[in-house]
């Protein structure tokens, strides 16, 4: 299994291709260290809702056969991000802001592209070998528990979740809003999402620092989703999933969690 990890992050390194089950081996490393370092919300009725969603679009999307999988952290801030595999994270902060079920499955259906597009690995391909190999390093030894070896695992995270370049979101939209339609679900949730997001940060920006510097976001960008929505053939929008009382139960079961510990982080360090 390890050897899989290693001979991942080599072929990175020397600009070779991953394949699939290398790549799925290493995500589930680093996922293991996330689910370590962030407090993941660990209700079984919220994790079933988020990973039932989360598939009803991955499965439609996914032409690898991944085992997906769809996290909720227990933070108030506004972040989402996606693991190389298949790992999906989602902020309490972030679900609490939308107002309906199409406007998280935006999200999700937005990350779940960041996957299939390898968009993670592709960021991880240009980081310095160096840094990909401090990585191995901090997977295959104790180091991760000492204080230096907290610093390694931040660099790892600095290459494995790198912001992506404009392109990279542009492409997440484009294919979300396929994966979206496929799924039976709105795709206006998409652009509602980051509507809503862009108009907070206007008048309360404490918060939205994370989704902002990872997620570059702005009216150009709501405007392109909008437009591709608009180019969809004439019906296709006519029976879709907007909302549905279950989400807002979900939502209204999330709420009522305590309140997410001081100093929760938001994103791997």
């Known amino acids: 299994m390890r050897t899989l990890v290693v001979l991942a992050l080599v072929a990175l390194s020397s600009g070779c291709a991953v394949s699939t089950q290398q790549e799925v081996e290493m995500g589930a490393n680093y996922a293991a260290e996330i689910n370590r370092q962030l407090p993941i919300v660990q209700d079984a009725e919220l994790n079933r809702y988020i990973n039932v969603l989360g598939d009803s679009i991955a499965r439609i999307a996914d032409t690898r056969n991944l085992d997906w999988q769809f996290h909720i952290v227990n933070s108030p801030d506004v972040n989402a991000f996606a693991v190389p595999g298949g790992f999906i994270y989602i902020n309490r902060g972030l679900i609490a802001r939308a107002t309906s079920l199409s406007q998280v499955a ?14 993670s690995m592709k ?3 240009k980081a310095q070998g160096a840094n990909i190999g401090l990585m191995g390093i901090c997977i295959f030894t104790n180091m991760c528990a000492s204080e230096t070896g907290q610093a390694l695992v931040g660099l790892s995270a600095n290459a ?4 992506f370049s404009r392109a990279d979101e542009d492409d997440a939209d484009k294919v979300g809003v396929a994966y979206m339609v496929r799924a039976r679900i709105d795709p206006n949730g998409i652009p509602e999402m980051f509507q809503i997001l862009l108009d907070e940060r206007k008048v309360k920006p404490e918060g939205l620092e ?20 608009a180019a969809l ?3 296709t929008l006519n029976g879709l999933t907007k ?7 979900f939502k209204r ?15 791997p360090r």
């Open 106 to 119: 935006g999200v999700l259906g937005h990350e779940v592209g960041h996957v299939t597009q390898r968009h």
């Open 233 to 235: 053939p004439a019906g």
């Open 160 to 163: 494995a979740m790198a912001s």
């Open 123 to 125: 960021q991880m391909q």
């Open 210 to 229: 994370t989704w902002f510097t990872s997620h570059p976001l702005e009216e150009s960008r709501i405007a392109a989703s909008r437009a591709r929505i």
């Open 243 to 249: 909302d549905s009382p279950a989400f807002q139960a």
């Open 253 to 267: 079961r999330l709420a009522s969690l305590p309140a997410a510990p001081p100093g929760a982080a938001s994103s």
